[in-house]
């Protein structure tokens, strides 16, 4: 049985005409390295989250246990660290009941509920300012609504009052995983894509996220097109444990399509060295064999990959294969040895091809 590890919607109408490199608005003058995007495991001045499940883009079904699972996922991150939730005004009252007095709303039009993507990507400068980098939300390549959703990351910055950075780059913050410390992780298949950034080329790119991410080394996994709304985000592949630590998926499933993306992406990462020139420690976590039958579909995301680091803790999705289950949650205590292990039941959320990183987006402190 082969659950794959993201294929969000390829549904739901289209939206905006992609950005692309000729339309986006143009960059703020800065020199390479004054900016600089820092580990998600550095403190946290809060999480954002987004209230944004709707009908019209989960569907009857989904709807209800989406909700709650999003709202869980809200409430135990609240235990570690504030959490910010944009919520549209007719359902303020649904997520307060839901996500309960811990959790601080604001109200703001959205489509959906990924403020991975939709949200900016916080950055501190040499003098000590914060940022966040507005990357042009484009629904993924046009394969979504998204005129309230390419709205958020200036609300979030201004919200946050920091200064918005803009750039003609057209990506999101699923796609990008940083150690800190000068390195980077991205997929080709999301950044490199003509649905996001039409004729733009790797060096381009490598340029301008170094500029704005302080990055030094940028490795370059291939991912996949065309199969999931995101084009292969990192963030479903390969993380950052710390620097020169990596925890990386794997599946199994000769008949997946993820099956050789998956070792070609472990072969990439066993080879390739951090900005220090230094080998990568690769671990690999394995997705479940099997998921509870309730929430059960073609889009199901069933991977451990997806996990989040707040404050003290980190928060990674179970899917009731106990082995599985268990052989996460022990590798996640032994890479984040000084923090709370938290699993979740988010097959709601992970019924719509998505996980909890995909629904967060920390501002660092």
């Given at each position: 049985m082969h659950f794959p590890m993201t294929r969000r919607r390829l549904l739901h109408g289209m939206g905006l005409a992609p950005l692309g490199l000729a339309a986006a608005s143009s960059?703020?003058?800065?020199?390479?390295?004054?900016?600089?995007?820092?580990?998600?495991?550095?403190?946290?001045?809060?999480?954002?989250?987004?209230?944004?499940v709707s009908e019209r883009v989960w569907g009857r079904r989904l709807v209800k246990p989406a909700r709650e699972h999003l709202a869980s996922i809200a409430r135990t991150i609240a235990n570690f660290e504030p959490v910010h939730m944009l919520v549209r005004e007719q359902e303020y009252d649904l997520a307060a009941?839901?996500?309960?007095?811990?959790?601080?709303?604001?109200?703001?039009?959205?489509?959906?509920?990924?403020?991975?993507?939709?949200?900016?990507?916080?950055?501190?400068?040499?003098?000590?300012?914060?940022?966040?980098?507005?990357?042009?939300?484009?629904?993924?390549?046009n394969k979504q609504s998204h005129s309230r959703d390419a709205e958020v990351a200036a609300y979030v910055t201004d919200s946050a009052e920091v200064q918005r950075?803009?750039?003609?780059?057209?990506?999101?913050?699923?796609?990008?995983?940083?150690?800190?410390?000068?390195?980077?992780?991205?997929?080709?298949?999301?950044?490199?894509?003509?649905?996001?950034?039409?004729?733009?080329?790797?060096?381009?790119?490598?340029?301008?996220?170094?500029?704005?991410?302080?990055?030094?080394?940028?490795?370059?996994?291939?991912?996949?097109?065309?199969?999931?709304?995101?084009?292969?985000?990192t963030d479903f592949y390969a993380r950052f444990a710390a620097p020169g630590v990596v925890v990386a998926g794997l599946d199994d499933d000769p008949d997946s399509y993820d099956h050789a993306v998956t070792r070609r992406h472990l072969e990439i990462?066993?080879?390739?060295?951090?900005?220090?020139?230094?080998?990568?420690?690769?671990?690999?976590?394995?997705?479940?064999?099997?998921?509870?039958?309730?929430?059960?579909?073609?889009?199901?995301?069933?991977?451990?990959?997806?996990?989040y680091v707040c404050n003290g803790a980190v928060l990674a999705?179970?899917?009731?294969?106990?082995?599985?289950?268990?052989?996460?949650?022990?590798?996640?205590?032994?890479?984040?040895?000084?923090?709370?292990?938290?699993?979740?039941?988010?097959?709601?959320?992970?019924?719509g091809g998505g996980g909890i990183h995909c629904t967060t987006q920390q501002q660092p402190r």
């Open positions: 960059s703020i003058a800065a020199a390479p390295d004054t900016w600089h995007m820092p580990d998600e495991g550095d403190p946290h001045r809060a999480t954002w989250m987004s209230f944004g009941r839901l996500c309960g007095n811990r959790v601080t709303f604001e109200v703001q039009p959205v489509d959906d509920l990924w403020m991975r993507d939709t949200g900016p990507v916080f950055v501190r400068s040499s003098a000590g300012e914060w940022a966040g980098v507005d990357f042009n939300f484009n629904g993924w390549g950075l803009t750039t003609r780059l057209v990506l999101e913050g699923g796609g990008i995983e940083v150690d800190g410390a000068g390195t980077a992780i991205i997929t080709e298949s999301c950044v490199l894509n003509a649905n996001r950034n039409p004729g733009l080329r790797k060096e381009a790119c490598e340029a301008e996220l170094k500029r704005l991410l302080g990055l030094r080394k940028i490795i370059w996994l291939p991912g996949i097109a065309g199969r999931d709304i995101t084009d292969g985000h990462l066993k080879q390739a060295t951090d900005a220090r020139g230094q080998r990568l420690r690769v671990e690999v976590l394995r997705g479940p064999e099997t998921v509870r039958s309730t929430f059960e579909t073609d889009e199901f995301a069933a991977g451990y990959i997806n996990f999705p179970q899917f009731g294969d106990a082995r599985a289950d268990g052989n996460a949650r022990a590798l996640l205590r032994e890479l984040f040895p000084r923090r709370e292990v938290v699993q979740l039941d988010i097959d709601g959320i992970a019924a």
